[in-house]
């Protein structure tokens, strides 16, 4: 059983800054792409910031310049760091993460957490 653990949501104002921390565990034989994805209301899920097993990355152009993803392979964790918020990145932050299902397969499965709300207030 694969588990991804949001954490560091909540509620701040405009111009400030979060992190987000997503943790994966359980039969994990190796992770490859890692990412961000939001769900504000009505809208519908989009990309945010995606790095690769080999840390290559990718960001959306809103959010270029103000987030950073990063990822620590041996704790099987990515981060988003989010500076200068602003009230339209008011969303539920969903992690995602494209996790080897059978030692040695290179057979991948796309994963999601649960979600955790960020609320930037203007």
């Known amino acids: 059983q694969v588990q991804l653990v949001e954490s560091g949501g909540g509620l701040v104002q405009a111009g400030g800054s979060l992190r987000l921390s997503c943790v994966a565990s359980?039969?994990?034989?190796?992770?490859?792409?890692m990412g961000w994805y939001r769900q504000a209301p009505g809208k519908q899920r989009e990309l945010v910031a995606r790095i690769t097993s080999g840390s290559s990355t990718n960001y959306a152009d809103s959010v270029k310049g103000r987030f950073t993803i990063s990822r620590d392979n041996a704790k099987k964790t990515v981060y988003l760091q989010m500076n200068s918020l602003k009230s339209e990145d008011t969303a539920v932050y969903y992690c995602?993460?494209?996790?080897?299902?059978?030692?040695?397969?290179?057979?991948?499965?796309?994963?999601w957490g649960q979600g955790t709300q960020v609320t930037v207030s203007s």
């Open positions: 359980g039969s994990i034989f190796s992770i490859n792409a």
């Open positions: 995602n993460a494209d996790i080897e299902i059978a030692y040695g397969s290179r057979v991948f499965r796309a994963y």
